[in-house]
């Protein structure tokens, strides 16, 4: 008996030893290729992907926050601020694909309970918060309960982390942006341009809730001693004539007139202009290429709208005006092009 029991002993040792090779082997792997930014990032190329950034740039600013002064919070449209190029701040970008202003709230208040007090807030104001069925919150467990995120080993001892990294050095990326070392986000390039919608009125108007504007005044509330700028972000302007058909932009207007008090800075890139009926300079329609973001931060830095709209400095029946003039103009060019 004492033989089988010294080999099943060693065969439990072997087994041991290379379980642990395994994992040790896929913990450095996910290490050097940090998909989730625990560390600095992809190692290798450089290049990281959207495949969690609700914990990822948590990830990412929790180690330093005291040395972050300003708090950028909105959608995948408000993650693609250059965050870096904000003069004399350090800026904590917190915006991610699809986040809808109720989880905005949920991260405002995680980060004012860890002490954070930004001198400026940045937030985008998103047209898809107001339209149809209200989103839930999709938030990591340890924001909700206030905790500190999973520790790097627990993370980068699993299967799904081992995909994020393959998927990585695969350029499989799950939407068209990516990350550069110093973490800014960019818009992947298409090889052709975007092909438009085209503009056709539903049988049924969706749903607009205004009331919702008042999650964003909350956000805001969120860090009363920091100077607030918002902004609409640029909308493709098949978008944009989408509501004029719709019926709902109106009540668009009046969702950006209600936030924009709240805040000590509004505009709105959202009307059409040259730069939002480009085909080439955007993926989707609602994500474009560096150099339009950087007009836009340069516009909120300086207050001037480059191609977009002030609503501090504007009365709401010229900007109603200008929308509807804009889109007019839109529809009779696309009109004409057609024939």
Not at 245 to 271: C, K
Request: proline share 8%; with cysteine; charged share 20%.
């Amino acid at each position: 008996m004492g033989r089988p029991r010294r080999a099943m002993k060693l065969y439990l040792a072997l087994l041991a030893a290379a379980a642990a090779v395994i994992a040790g082997a896929c913990l450095g792997f996910n290490m050097l290729i940090d998909p989730l930014w625990y560390f600095r990032g992809n190692q290798l190329t450089g290049i990281n992907y959207a495949f969690n950034e609700r914990l990822a740039k948590m990830n990412r600013i929790l180690p330093d926050l005291k040395d972050y002064d300003c708090l950028m919070l909105g959608s995948s449209t408000t993650a693609l601020l250059p965050e870096r190029q904000v003069p004399g701040h350090r800026c904590a970008n917190i915006s991610f694909s699809g986040g809808v202003v109720a989880e905005l709230l949920l991260y405002a208040k995680y980060l004012r309970a860890r002490g954070m007090r930004p001198k400026l807030l940045i937030v985008g104001v998103d047209g898809f918060d107001f339209d149809g069925a209200e989103q839930k919150p999709d938030v990591p467990d340890f924001i909700e309960d206030g905790s500190d995120p999973p520790a790097f080993w627990r993370t980068y001892l699993s299967l799904d982390a081992f995909d994020f990294s393959i998927r990585t050095l695969r350029r499989d990326y799950p939407n068209h942006r990516w990350f550069g070392p110093d973490f800014r986000s960019h818009v992947l390039r298409r090889r052709f341009p975007h092909k438009p919608p085209e503009l056709a009125a539903p049988q049924t108007p969706p749903e607009f809730h205004l009331e919702r504007a008042a999650a964003y005044i909350a956000l805001r509330a969120m860090f009363p001693q920091a100077r607030a700028w918002a902004f609409a972000a640029p909308t493709w302007a098949w978008f944009v004539a989408q509501r004029k058909v719709d019926g709902t932009l109106a009540g668009y207007l009046d969702a950006l007139g209600r936030v924009s008090p709240a805040f000590d800075e509004f505009l709105d890139f959202s009307i059409p202009s040259p730069v939002t009926e480009s085909r080439a300079d955007t993926d989707d329609g609602l994500h474009f290429i560096d150099p339009v973001q950087e007009q836009v931060l340069a516009s909120l830095i300086s207050g001037k709208p480059a191609f977009g709209l002030d609503w501090h400095a504007t009365p709401r029946p010229q900007i109603e005006a200008a929308y509807n003039a804009a889109i007019n103009r839109f529809l009779a060019e696309q009109k004409a092009a057609a024939k």
